[in-house]
C-alpha cells in the first residue's frame, strides 16, 4: 500500500490520458494533481509510441512539469507500444521510477519471442542501466496471487494531513504460458507477454489491459473484475481475439475506451466487439474512428476525477471520439 500525503484532499484530480495514433500506437498518462499547489505527485506512464515526430505522451508531461515518473510500464515489446520508449526512460526515470517488464523479456538469443533490432536496442539499455543501480526494474508474472507493485513514498511527520491510498496489481502475463512456452522453444505471440494493470486509487478503479488476448484473459481472476471500473481500456484494441474479456464483465463499467490498429488488412477496434462493450459501460470513447474526416494525427482521450467530490468528465482531443449505440446514433 503506498499512500500519498496531500494537505488539502478537496484539491485533488486524478487525470487519465489515452493516446493514440492514426494507424497504431497506444500511451497511458496518469496523473495525480495538487490543485492546491498546483504541483504532480504521483505519476505513471504505461507504454509508448510517436508519429510524424509527434509524442503526445512526452507533451502531456511537459505541460504537467512532471521531471521525473513514479512508475514506467512496458507492458509488451510490440512497435505500436514501444517507439519513443527511451526517450521517456532517459527523460524521465530513475533509480527512483519502477519500471515493470515482462516476464520473457531479457533480448537475448535465449528469448521466448524474437524481437526487431530496435526492441532489443531498448532492453539492451534497460539492462545496462539498471545494472548500475540506476533502474529499479521488475519483471511481472502472476503465479497464484496479485502482484503488488506499488512503491513506497515517505513524507515528513509532523503535519497533519490527508492520505490518498495508490495500489497498482499486474494481473499478466502468466508465467504457467510463459514457461510452457519456453520450455517448448516455440516461439508466439508477443502479446501473451503483455501486462494487465489494475490501479486502485482511493474509491477509483483503473483497468489498463494492455494486448492480453484470450488464452491469458481465460486465466484472469474474475473477481478482480466485477466491481464497478471509473476507466476500462480495452484489450489488443478490442479485437475479435480477445472477446473473452466480455464474458468476465456485468454492467460495471464507467468509462471504456480503446485504441486504434489499422495495418493492411487489419482494422481494429472490431464494430462487433465494440457494440457487445457498449452492453456494459455508461460511455465508450475510441483513439480514432473516422480519422479521415479529421486533420490530427493523434487521439487522446483525457479523463479527469476529482478524488474529493467523487465527479468525472472526458474531454476529447485531436480525433478521439464517442462511440455511440445504436439507439443514440
Not at 487525470?15 to 505527485?41: A, K, M, P
Not at 534497460?126 to 511481472?140: E, L
Not at 478503479?205 to 484472469?220: H, T
Not at 483513439?287 to 468528465?313: A, C, H, P, Q, R
Amino acid at each position: 500500500m503506498c499512500q500519498i500525503l496531500v494537505n488539502n484532499v478537496k484539491a485533488i484530480e486524478l487525470r487519465v490520458f489515452i493516446v493514440g495514433y492514426s494507424e497504431q500506437g497506444e500511451s497511458i498518462v496518469l496523473l495525480i494533481i495538487d490543485n492546491g499547489n498546483n504541483t504532480v505527485i504521483y505519476s505513471a506512464v504505461i507504454d509508448c509510441f510517436e508519429y510524424n515526430d509527434i509524442n503526445k505522451s512526452i507533451e502531456i508531461l511537459s505541460k504537467y512539469k512532471v521531471n521525473k515518473l513514479n512508475l514506467l510500464c512496458w507492458t509488451h515489446p510490440d512497435e505500436d507500444h514501444s517507439v519513443g520508449m527511451m526517450d521517456i526512460i532517459n527523460g524521465y526515470c530513475d533509480s527512483g521510477t519502477k519500471i515493470l517488464l515482462p516476464e520473457g523479456l531479457n533480448g537475448d538469443e535465449g528469448n521466448i519471442a524474437d524481437f526487431t533490432d530496435k526492441i532489443k536496442g531498448i532492453i539492451k539499455n534497460i539492462n545496462t542501466f539498471n545494472k548500475a543501480r540506476n533502474y529499479n526494474v521488475t519483471r511481472v508474472n502472476v503465479a497464484k496471487n496479485f502482484y503488488n507493485l506499488v512503491d513506497e513514498l515517505s513524507f515528513k511527520d509532523g503535519i497533519i494531513r490527508e492520505a490518498i491510498p495508490i495500489e497498482v496489481f499486474a494481473l499478466s502475463p502468466f508465467s504457467s504460458i510463459c514457461s510452457r512456452r519456453e520450455a517448448s522453444k516455440n516461439k508466439f505471440t508477443i502479446n501473451d507477454l503483455s501486462i494487465a494493470l489494475l490501479f486502485k486509487i482511493d474509491e477509483f478503479r483503473l483497468f489498463f489491459a494492455g494486448d492480453i488476448e484470450d488464452q491469458s484473459i481465460r486465466l484472469l481472476r474474475k473477481v478482480c473484475l466485477r466491481p464497478k471500473f471509473e476507466v476500462f481500456k480495452t484489450p489488443h484494441h478490442t479485437s475479435k481475439s480477445s472477446t473473452n474479456m466480455i464474458n468476465h464483465l456485468d454492467h460495471n463499467l464507467m468509462f471504456t475506451c480503446s485504441t486504434v490498429y489499422k495495418k493492411g488488412s487489419v482494422n481494429l477496434p472490431v464494430d462487433e466487439v465494440v457494440s457487445d462493450y457498449l452492453k456494459h459501460t455508461d460511455f465508450f470513447h475510441c483513439t480514432g474512428t473516422k480519422m479521415e474526416d479529421n486533420d490530427s494525427d493523434y487521439g487522446v482521450i483525457e479523463y479527469v476525477f476529482d478524488l474529493y467530490e467523487k465527479t468525472s468528465e472526458c474531454i476529447l482531443h485531436g480525433h478521439a471520439v464517442e462511440v455511440l449505440n445504436e439507439e443514440e446514433q
